[in-house]
């Protein structure tokens, strides 16, 4: 059982996934030339984080968590100011362009807050535009 996973300039690394989930990401982070310090965080296709920082040193099985024939983006995690108490996924995939859906899925992931925010204001306008609508029509 492989997953796939994308990085740098177009890069892919087969990892292993019958082995605990602490030397699969140390693995991971050896075999992607990133500190052992860093925070990393794999994206599927459908641009859901799989949640490794928590699991970081958990000795379950890496395919608790990943599934098998896969391809994931790998993610560095970097933490935002403690008052905000967030944190803000970079893709460790540089050629993004050829991936515009990764792009505009990092922004949603990053800014959740944002987004929901976004969404409850389009609803205001929205019911703001159909009630001055209902009454110029009587």
Do not use: W
């Amino acid at each position: 059982m492989f997953v796939t996973v994308l990085f740098g300039d177009g890069r892919m690394e087969m990892l292993n996934l019958n082995c605990k989930l602490v030397n699969f990401i140390h693995h991971l982070k050896e075999k992607c030339g990133l500190d052992f310090k860093d925070c990393v965080e794999l994206m599927d296709s459908r641009g859901r984080v799989m949640n490794l920082e928590p699991m970081q040193h958990s000795v379950a099985p890496a395919s608790s968590m990943l599934a098998a024939r896969q391809h994931y983006v790998l993610l560095r995690v970097c933490q935002e100011n403690e008052e905000s108490g967030g944190c803000k996924y970079v893709s460790l995939l540089n050629n993004t362009k050829s991936h515009p859906e990764l792009t505009e899925l990092l922004k949603k992931l990053s800014n959740p807050n944002k987004e929901s925010e976004r969404k409850i204001r389009r609803g205001r306008t929205q019911r703001s535009k159909n009630i001055s609508s209902t009454e110029s029509n009587k």
